[in-house]
């Protein structure tokens, strides 16, 4: 069974930092894209990053690109979210996800963690 667990999230004043993680566990890591997607009140989820475990790549939003950086440790199958000079537009709730074909930032990924919330105070 694919699980995914996403943790890290909080609450956290403008210009800080926030470290999230995605725990997967029930298919090989390496065949996979993890992505991180987000949803704030009133509004439809987006793509915020994703990585291809085997090859590295990565993607990034562009309102993201510079402060936000995606990694991944294999051999705790494990992605990082860095996310770094937080804004009060990125307050959500961030889902990651896990496709053995996707990769990219369409939320049309196979697999769902639950999410985890991030408030940014101004």
């Known amino acids: 069974e694919v699980q995914l667990q996403a943790s890290g999230g909080g609450l956290v004043q403008t210009g800080g930092s926030l470290r999230l993680s995605c725990a997967a566990s029930?298919?090989?890591?390496?065949?996979?894209?993890i992505g991180w997607f987000r949803q704030a009140p009133g509004k439809e989820r987006e793509g915020v990053s994703s990585i291809t475990i085997n090859y590295g790549d990565k993607f990034y939003a562009d309102s993201v690109k510079g402060r936000f950086t995606i990694s991944s440790d294999n051999s705790k199958n494990t992605v990082y979210l860095q996310m770094n000079s937080l804004k009060p537009e990125d307050t959500a709730v961030y889902y990651c996800?896990?496709?053995?074909?996707?990769?990219?930032?369409?939320?049309?990924?196979?697999?769902w963690g639950q999410g985890t919330e991030v408030t940014v105070s101004s």
């Open positions: 029930g298919f090989t890591f390496e065949d996979y894209a």
């Open positions: 996800a896990a496709d053995p074909l996707r990769v990219g930032l369409l939320d049309e990924y196979d697999y």
